[in-house]
């Protein structure tokens, strides 16, 4: 039995308890914020990483879990109907025991073709079906155009987490394990171990291949770079063996005039690809691709091989998490909005919305009045900073409207086919609204998730309300402590819309140039600035930060600790009886603690690997010392002589 009441009633938000007061916090802040708890927290053994977001997250899992049991037992709604029976379908073990390879049957005839004209049809139809193929398709405001949904076609077909994966000399012994884990899992299907062998270094060799032409996570990061619109007709010529034309032809979605490629190089190389290889070995790439995809929601044999590759070998984690945990995640995935709903209702008060504007409207007022005063911004870029600012939106709690499933056949008897039927309802859903106005009410998040966002194409900030609760924001607590948690990320995600990316956005959410080339100069040197900074963060021996792959989400947090600071400092003139101390600590030193323990973490080695190759965020040790260190005020806070360290301030 897990210990559910003990997590439910855990506190984890801000505590002097989790200090180590003997570090400098001069010199190692992270510690001093964060030291007894590092010391007195093992990362559990179903997780590769354990830390404050984690812990709450941990909390909403039982939360969720028990809307699902609800759901499963006693439906009192049509939506609550669907839960339960999408729960019941993945917890039914001893069914998905017996079907064995059953469900993927039909995805696996779809790949008996005897002739390449078939391909491309093929291609069309298992990205339909939710396999992953050499490319991602999808829907989102145009970057050029945000008041209408473009097609955005975007490389894919890996299956390990980023390029690096397959070409560095360093990920090797990785490579080699994912080459195993290939043959085990053709065996499990039935191979033999020869034929096995056999498929599994031709897959490793055509996603090697894709892997030398596959655009970097750091590469993709600009967006100018990253938009680039081909007339369909262009499309199809260009890239024929990718079915194209076959998708539209053979789906009914009607063609748009246009799509926009991330990476036409990539695309350019991957036909190639496809026109060179055997038919044979493309169906068996395409195989593997449906095989490792379904992988989670098949019999248990499939299930444990494939934690044993990319949780235990690849993360380092030590035991599988728990089958209720992951169900939960994948349901939140498939049919988020019907889990959000019910969560929102059972959970969610309008008491937080209300304390949350506060802060946002106190953050918003504080980055205005920087706007207005940055020292680096000549007069025009300053007038369009601010005209993009007064259209500046922020969306808190959960959405207006819900997305309506009712069209998705959830059944309590087959695990695979709701997934898949819920991604064909997803694709449906972007496909048909290509072209289109967007729709400003729409949420990228569900309502129990424990993250928040900034959308660049729509100008706006979106905070789920799983996130408005210890460790960020706890109505209990001192202005000081929340401004340093809920507030440092409501002014992070404004940031983000001045960032190096945010940056290329008009107040409209479309992507044009509205700086002076001497100001676009002088954030540029600052930027870079930022990159030399975090580069210079050790992660592991040998391992630093991928400054500018972090870039933005740095310059966000460092944004994010000089804006909330200041705006506490306006809080406590406005309410003087709130400026006080409180456990020997001034509301000062409470706020930068109150932000260094927000990113306390524990991690294991192979996941911080992982993550500094395809994270764009720094580690939570990084953003726990950096952003305060920088602040001017830092210094005096903790009783300290100025030290010579160069104070970057953007924004």
Known sequence: MDNQEEILKRYIGFSKDYMDTSRDPLNDFYHYCNGKWLDQTPIPEDRARYGAFDMLYEKNMYLLRKILEDSENSPISAEEQMLGNFYRSAMDTERLEELKFKPIEGLMKKLEISSRDELPALLANLSINGVQIPFDMGSAEDAKNAEIYSLYISQGGLTLPDRDYYLNESMKPILYAYARHVENMFVLYGYSREMAEKSSGTIVRIETEMAKFSRSKTDLRDVEKAYNPVKMDDLYSSYPEMGFRAFFENTGFKAPEYGILDAPEFFERANQLLQSESLENIVEYLKWKILTGSAPFLHDAVVQENFNFFRKTLLGQEKITPRWKTVVNVIDSSIGDYLGKVYVEKHFGQEAVEKITVLVNDIKSTFRERLENVPWMGEETRKRALLKFSKFNAKIGYPEHFKDYSSIKITPDDYLGNVLRSGYY??????????????????????????????????????????????????????????????????????????????????????????????????????????????????????????????????????????????????????????????????????????????????????????????????????????????????????????????????
């Open 426 to 651: 997803e694709t449906n859903r972007q496909m048909q609204r290509v072209g289109k106005p967007v729709d400003k009410t729409e949420w990228y998040m569900t309502p129990p998730t424990v993250n928040a966002y900034f959308n660049p194409m729509g100008n706006e900030i979106v905070f789920p309300a799983g996130i408005m609760q210890p460790p960020f924001f706890d109505p209990d607590m001192d202005e000081a402590v929340n401004y340093g948690g809920i507030g440092g990320v409501i002014a992070h995600e404004i940031t983000h819309g001045y960032d190096d990316q945010g940056s290329h956005f008009d107040e409209n959410g479309n992507m044009v140039n509205w700086w002076s080339a001497e100001d676009k100069k002088r954030f540029d040197e600052l930027a870079q600035k930022v990159v030399e900074l975090y580069s210079a963060q050790e992660i592991l021996p040998g391992l630093n930060v991928n400054g500018k792959l972090t870039l933005g989400e740095n310059i966000a947090d460092l944004g994010a600790v000089l804006i909330a600071y200041e705006a506490l400092q306006k809080r406590l003139k406005a309410e003087p009886g709130k400026n006080k101390s409180i456990d020997g600590l001034s509301p000062e030193q409470r706020f930068f603690i109150s932000w260094g323990q927000v990113w306390r973490t524990q991690i294991r080695d192979n996941e911080a690997r992982r993550l500094a190759t395809i994270d764009p965020h720094s580690p939570g040790s990084v953003r726990s010392q950096i952003p305060a260190w920088n602040h001017p005020d830092f210094c005096k806070t903790f009783n300290h002589e100025k030290i010579n360290r160069e104070k970057i301030i953007m924004w």
